[in-house]
């Protein structure tokens, strides 16, 4: 919220009158009661003679491509000589004998604009009736110059006092749980507490505003309002001003505090709203009361109807929109902008002012189905005080009549009651247990009744009533925040706990790190895959209807449309990683991720019980079993070359193997022993599959993409994937560490001639069996075929490594191993043994 330094210094100086603050003090101010500030500025210096004038004569001149006037004004002694001094000036905004604002040449405006004398449309021009923006009082250009009381000063007077320039312009972040602080009276309130000072309710002490107003007494009713419960507004007042005078502007000082707050002046009765608003924090609205025929409706609108609003725009309305409406039609989008209709115009002289209570969410789904955002709209999104609705009509309605003339008439109409707050409990003590400062009884209680809170002291525990503006203080807590608060947050310790003592990462987390941590070492890089996935990836896949990856779980509100649903699989989200790297130049890269998966159970919707009370085990019951199984993956993907070229030689791409080797990579830190099987699951290569096996069961595939997926999804030729379910592996904690032996190993080499379609793998099982619990390793080194060995015949030689804990192990006891090894192999495959 934007709000000047010396509008709430003034307001507080009511009460404290030797009440003065420097700008970095005030912002210090604001940052000790918990509101940041964006920064603040002072208004832009003008330096040189900038006077009080009074306009003498005018004259219109003719001949050009727009308006155009001489002026004569009256500037003192100012001038030098007395005489009227000549100005050529384009606003229309003013006539003789009003009192403006002059600045003479050798005056340098903000944005280094200097003054001089000059001869233009055939006058001489020796200064300029400014306008507020060009004092920076303004940011954009207003429709006129400055016009001020006659009772500002004498022609040749300095003006700057009488414009306010020393002044500070301060931006406050206001919190969404404290719009009270949208307004002039939640931040003096705020700042009193801040430094200290006695504060006055200005909703009930408008003199503190320097208003000169009085509020003529409340009898009768003024129009007939129906006020529908399907709206869930609380409350709605509506007020009368007969006979003002629409050609007066407001007031220079009432101009000013909305230009500095960042609102523009339009006329006498829509300033008055705008300036009620950002003092008491009550939005308002100005009807012209002559063009309301009948009662009003506050209802909920039809859909499909039409508002044409202040912003010139016809907006389609929704069911969920509340409008005022009267015998015509609707004239006001509730709590949002008004209708044109009904809109404010030059021959306006008597007007309807309406305060009112809105839901506030009602307000906010308005607010963003129609893209229209205003100063009304954020307040009542974050909640208005309700007890202010008739303090706002009778200070807006006796206001207006003190600018603009007229009568404010009798009758008010006012709808609905001040709703009770809640009584909370809280012991005295609470805020020192918890913040570990000591807080006396007396200071507990003195600082909940400085935020307006009713406190009655009933022993070691205080019956607090929050005020009215304060719907977001609920519970206990709420009000220790508010005592540490005012009470300084950067007097509490800052002391950081002792850890309590415990075993750390439990078993399965270590083993997610060690499986992390062994395909880091081996060159992958991790990546986070998204949990949120595009269903119809499965169609570009193949997959069958039947597919088990196929049931996946809605998100109902996803944050993109294209990816609603949550993966069973990774590999949809490390394929668009792959596509992106290699949008981006990236040709050769081996990447992994570790991310639970979700599998859909039952209809896949789960319950919504009330929140008002603890859901039964019934319902826990059916909230647990509509949760979806969500296994832990992993998952490897790899393109381009795996080992670069370069002097050593040529580079190596990663390949299918590759992937299988990443998936012993994390049986190896899992603790268990894969097996593999020639496989035919999409989206890999039917040819270059491997299942992959624990105890029988598959746990995961890896292997060569199909090359139809790759194009499909435009991703490179030959990429490779693994992905493996780690929840499916048997657990091992392998405690003890294992002992290694301190002796000798002895190495042996074994080649068995086997038919082709015996897998490499099911040979190397069947001798790892055979050879008995002396050897340590079995690994394939090669693979030979030729016509001696016989069509359909290929030959497998694997290198053995045999130790023995206890001893150096003889020639005699490795032979003895390997034959055992041919021989087990002989029986079970038809293996023979090669010489």
């Known amino acids: 919220m934007l709000i000047s330094q ?3 210094t003034e307001l507080l100086r009511h009460s404290n009158p030797d009440f003065a603050v420097t700008s970095p003090e005030l912002d210090a101010g604001y940052v000790r009661v918990g509101f940041e500030t964006e920064g603040y500025a002072p208004i832009p210096e003008t330096t040189g003679p900038l006077v009080i004038g009074r306009v003498e004569s005018i004259e219109e001149l003719t001949g050009f491509k727009k308006p155009i006037r001489h002026c004569l004004v009256n ?12 100005i050529v000036c384009g606003a229309r905004n003013f006539t003789e004998g009003d009192t403006v604002v002059v600045s003479l040449p050798g005056a340098v405006l903000p944005g280094n604009f200097e003054i001089a004398a000059r001869e233009t449309y055939g006058r001489i021009s020796a200064g300029m009736i400014c306008s507020a923006a060009e004092l920076g009082l303004a940011d954009k250009q207003n429709s006129g110059i400055i016009t001020l009381d006659a009772s500002a000063g004498e022609p040749g007077d300095d003006a700057r006092a009488v414009l306010g320039l020393d002044d500070t312009v301060f931006d406050v972040n206001i919190t969404p749980d404290r719009g009270y602080a949208l307004s002039a009276r939640g931040l003096t309130r705020e700042l009193a507490s801040a430094f200290n000072l006695s504060y006055t309710d200005l909703a009930y002490h408008p003199e503190v505003a320097g208003l000169g107003i009085s509020v003529p007494p409340v009898s009768g009713n003024l129009v007939d309002v129906e006020l529908r419960p399907e709206t869930k507004a609380r409350r709605f007042g509506l007020r009368k001003v007969s006979g003002i005078d629409p050609s007066v502007e407001s007031p220079f000082w009432l101009q000013r505090e909305l230009m500095l707050s960042g609102q523009r002046p339009v006329n006498a009765a829509t300033d008055v709203t705008n300036y009620v608003m950002l003092l008491l924090g009550t939005p308002m609205h100005a009807f012209d009361a002559g063009v309301i025929s009948g ?21 389609t309305l929704d069911e969920g929109d509340v409008v005022i409406c009267d015998d015509s039609g609707i004239q006001s989008l509730a709590g949002v902008m008004g209708g044109s209709t009904s809109e404010i ?6 007007v309807f002012f309406e305060a009112a209570i809105w839901d506030p969410i009602t307000v906010a789904r308005t607010s963003r189905r129609h893209r229209l955002s205003s100063e009304s709209s954020r307040r009542f999104e974050r909640g208005v005080d309700p007890a202010v609705v008739e303090a706002a009509l009778d200070i807006a309605a006796s206001l207006l009549v003190s600018i603009a003339g007229g009568a404010v008439e009798a009758a008010r109409t006012l709808i609905g009651e001040v709703p009770e707050m809640p009584v909370i409990t809280v012991r005295a003590t609470r805020p020192s247990e918890l913040a570990g400062v000591e807080y006396s009884r007396e200071t507990v209680i003195s600082r909940l009744r400085e935020v307006g809170c009713t406190v009655t002291d009933g022993g070691d525990v205080l019956e607090v009533t929050p005020p009215t503006w304060r719907p977001d203080l609920t519970m206990a807590a709420d009000l220790v925040e508010e005592v540490l608060r005012l009470e300084g947050l950067e007097d509490i310790p800052t002391i950081v706990p002792t850890a309590p003592a415990g075993r750390g990462l439990n078993p399965e987390q270590k083993r997610r790190r060690v499986i992390g941590h062994a395909l880091a070492y081996s060159g992958y890089a991790e990546i986070i895959p998204s949990p949120f996935i595009d269903p119809e990836v499965f169609d570009s896949w193949g997959l069958g209807a039947g597919d088990r990856r196929r049931e996946v779980v809605t998100v109902l509100n996803p944050l993109e449309a294209d990816r609603s649903a949550l993966g069973t699989t990774l590999l949809p989200s490390m394929l668009d990683a792959v596509v992106r790297n290699v949008a981006r130049g990236h040709r050769d890269f081996s990447l992994f991720g570790v991310q639970q998966v979700a599998f859909g159970r039952g209809e896949g919707i789960s319950p919504m019980p009330s929140v008002a009370e603890r859901p039964g085990v019934e319902v826990v019951d059916e909230l647990i079993a509509s949760l979806p199984e969500q296994p832990l993956h992993v998952a490897t993907v790899g393109t381009g070359n795996i080992e670069f070229e370069g002097p050593w030689g040529g580079g190596r791409a990663y390949t299918y193997s590759d992937a299988i080797e990443s998936a012993r990579t994390v049986a190896r830190a899992a603790g268990v022993e894969l097996e593999l099987r020639n496989a035919e699951h999409l989206p890999w290569h039917p040819g270059r599959c491997a299942a992959l096996l624990v105890d029988g069961r598959t746990v995961g595939h890896a292997g060569e993409l199909h090359p139809q997926v790759l194009e499909r999804l435009g991703l490179p030729a030959r990429t490779c994937a693994m992905e493996l379910d780690v929840t499916a592996l048997p657990f091992d904690e392998r405690l003890p560490a294992p002992v290694l032996s301190a002796f000798p190993a002895l190495h042996q080499d074994i080649a068995l001639v086997v038919d082709e379609t015996v897998p490499a793998e099911d040979v190397r099982i069947v001798v790892e069996e055979g050879a008995g619990e002396l050897l340590e390793v079995v690994e394939l080194f090669d693979v030979y075929r030729s016509e001696q060995l016989g069509e359909g015949r290929k030959s497998l030689a694997f290198s053995l490594r045999f130790r ?12 003895a191993a390997r034959l055992a090894a041919a021989t087990l192999a002989a029986e079970r495959l038809g293996a023979e043994l090669r010489a």
């Open 804 to 815: 023995a804990p206890d001893r150096t192990l003889t020639d005699e006891e490795a032979n």
């Open 75 to 86: 500037v003192g002694l100012a001038n030098g000589s007395g005489e009227p001094q000549s």
């Open 6 to 8: 010396n509008w709430v």
């Open 345 to 350: 115009s030059a021959t306006t002289t008597e």
């Open 295 to 315: 009662g009003i409706v506050v209802r909920n609108a039809r859909a499909g109807e039409k508002l044409t609003t202040l912003d010139h725009t016809t907006r």
